[in-house]
């Protein structure tokens, strides 16, 4: 898989209310990876107007901060 960017997440923008991080992409849209994406280990923020792709580099400790700060809540989804 092959990346635009890596961007560290202190430089991404957390919305609190969506429960996302977000990035400037170069279409001037913005890269977007949810907390709970990234709580499951996933580390690729896409850009929902272009093919483009960033690694989001990060440590697990920080996600859980942020996690209990905003007062994430597992949501159960049934098929």
Do not use: H, R, W
Not at 23 to 32: A, M, N, S
């Amino acid at each position: 898989m092959s990346f635009y960017d890596q961007v560290e997440i202190e430089d991404m923008i957390f919305d609190s209310d969506l429960q996302i991080y977000t990035y400037p992409c170069p279409c001037g849209d913005k890269f977007q990876i949810s907390l709970l994406d990234l709580l499951d280990g996933s580390d690729v923020a896409v850009c929902p107007s272009c093919s483009l792709m960033i690694q989001v580099i990060f440590e697990p400790e920080d996600l859980e901060n942020v996690a209990t700060e905003s007062n994430l809540q597992p949501v159960a989804i049934s098929a």
